[in-house]
């Protein structure tokens, strides 16, 4: 069983920057592909993902403002966003295979 926390959201300015963590339980998650999703009123949406090996992809609407990376060591995975934009006000999910996080709200307002 893995376990996925996330932490980092909050309320920030557009333009502003956070990062968000998410802390996974046991190291099998250095074998595994990680993403970060987003949640909000009716749209879902894959926002980045990294594979085991480092590879990353991104959805359009974030490309070049966002950046996710692992640090395997510390069996967690970030999401650096920068520039954000009310519309990137969503709750954040973390995921690896079938496990999930509970999430962690963004909002974007000024």
């Known amino acids: 069983q893995v376990q996925l926390v996330e932490s980092g959201g909050g309320l920030v300015q557009p333009g502003g920057s956070l990062r968000l963590s998410c802390a996974a339980s046991g190291s099998i998650i250095s074998r595994l592909a990680m993403g970060w999703y987003r949640q909000a009123p009716g749209k879902r949406e894959l926002v980045a993902a990294i594979?085991?090996?480092?590879?990353?992809d991104y959805a359009d609407s974030v490309k070049g403002r966002f950046t996710i990376s692992r640090e395997n060591a510390k069996n967690t995975v970030y999401l650096q966003m920068n520039s954000l934009k009310p519309e990137d006000t969503a709750v954040y999910y973390c995921?690896?295979?079938?496990?999930w996080g509970q999430g962690t709200l963004v909002t974007v307002s000024s």
């Open positions: 594979t085991s090996g480092g590879s990353t």
């Open positions: 995921n690896a295979a079938k496990f």
